[in-house]
């Protein structure tokens, strides 16, 4: 088993920025990928960004390229997402999550955080 879990989330103005934690424990060697996805009220849960933890090789939803950046410390099992320039479209509960695959499908993901809240407000 993998846990996961998420610290970082909060309530920010339009413009403002935000970093959110991922620190995986157990086995996390059977993991090759870690996402972060994201689902606002109403809405289908959605690929934010991926990396991979050897590789450091990263990936981007087209709605946040270019303002999030995704990053990895190995040694710490962590994955950090930094939000700038949030939108009051990036409002949503945001998950972290593993694969043993590499992949942005939320479907190939084995292991999912309990969510952490972003609110933007405009």
């Known amino acids: 088993q993998v846990q996961l879990v998420e610290s970082g989330g909060g309530l920010v103005q339009a413009g403002g920025s935000l970093r959110l934690s991922c620190a995986a424990a157990?086995?996390?060697?059977?993991?090759?990928?870690m996402g972060w996805f994201r689902q606002a009220p109403g809405k289908e849960r959605e690929f934010v960004a991926t990396?991979?933890?050897?590789?450091?090789?990263?990936g981007y939803a087209d709605s946040v390229k270019g303002r999030f950046t995704i990053s990895r410390d190995n040694a710490k099992s962590t994955v950090w997402l930094q939000m700038n320039s949030l939108k009051p479209e990036d409002t949503a509960v945001y998950y972290c999550?593993?694969?043993?695959?590499?992949?942005?499908?939320?479907?190939?993901?084995?292991?999912w955080g309990q969510g952490t809240q972003v609110t933007v407000s405009s």
């Open positions: 999550a593993a694969s043993r695959y590499g992949s942005s499908a939320p479907r190939t993901y084995d292991y």
């Open positions: 157990g086995r996390t060697f059977v993991t090759r990928t």
């Open positions: 990396i991979n933890w050897s590789s450091g090789t990263t």
